[in-house]
């Protein structure tokens, strides 16, 4: 079946390094994979887009792969900041009867320290 | 431009109740998709709505239903609450490339 895995557990790093967040995916080649952002308690917002004949993605101090060959995307954000800190999501569509369905995996918590 | 509007920001019902969840997407989008998120399980699709018709379904109970009207707001419906169905229900709105979210409408059966 097809499925999402992120690092369930949370990633602390010092303030002004790099963090690289991972999402993986099975038995599936999506035509895109999106990352979003979610503060506790508040809806995801959506962050970058990356598209299956795209190798690298950036915007400001993130930046986003995306392997169809590993069936991998990471996820870096350069220079982070305590402001930083949330839970980050990848998301992919799936087919399901003949449309797509956006399909997120279950978060990787970030904790930058100052 | 407005965002993703959902009403109510927080509910709390008794087992057995009903309760309906409002949502007014972005202007001009037609397509709304509702999700529902718990700590164990994450976000959950329920389901999408695209100029009132329901394009795709989760896998959740027929206890959970919606709608979309017209002007493209978006209501969904669950009957005969369980304590399980305690979570933050949200609502996108979608454009070419991504979701808009709403913040959300916690629910909490007790």
């Known amino acids: 079946s097809q499925k999402i895995e992120q690092n369930s557990e949370a990633l602390n790093i010092q303030e002004g390094k790099t963090a690289t967040l991972t999402c993986n995916y099975t038995?599936?080649?999506?035509?895109?994979l999106q990352w979003y952002r979610q503060d506790p308690g508040r809806g995801p917002v959506f962050l970058l887009l990356?598209?299956?004949?795209?190798k690298e993605k950036r915007k400001e101090r993130l930046k986003v792969t995306f392997d169809t060959t590993l069936k991998q995307s990471l996820f870096h954000i350069t220079a982070s900041q305590p402001a930083d800190s949330a839970t980050y999501l990848c998301?992919?569509?799936?087919?399901?009867?003949?449309?797509?369905?956006?399909?997120f995996g279950t978060g990787t918590k970030l904790q930058v320290i100052p | 431009k407005a965002g993703v509007t959902q009403t109510p920001r927080y509910l709390i019902k008794t087992r057995g109740q009903q309760v309906t969840l409002s949502c007014s997407p972005i202007?001009?989008?037609?397509?709304v998709s509702w999700y529902q998120q718990t700590p164990g399980q994450g976000l959950q699709f329920l389901f999408e709505?695209?100029?009132?018709?329901?394009?795709n379904k989760g896998n959740f109970p027929g206890r959970f239903s919606g709608r979309q009207f017209s002007n493209s707001r978006s209501e969904m419906n669950v009957s005969t609450l369980e304590l399980g169905d305690s979570a933050l229900y949200l609502c996108?709105?979608?454009?070419?490339?991504?979701?808009?979210f709403g913040s959300g409408t916690r629910l909490t059966v007790v």
């Open positions: 709505y695209f100029s009132e018709t329901q394009r």
């Open positions: 996108a709105s979608s454009f070419d490339g991504g979701y808009t």
């Open positions: 990356i598209r299956e004949n795209e």
């Open positions: 998301a992919l569509p799936m087919n399901s009867g003949g449309y797509q369905k956006v399909t």
């Open positions: 038995n599936y080649s999506p035509a895109y």
């Open positions: 202007s001009g989008h037609r397509s």
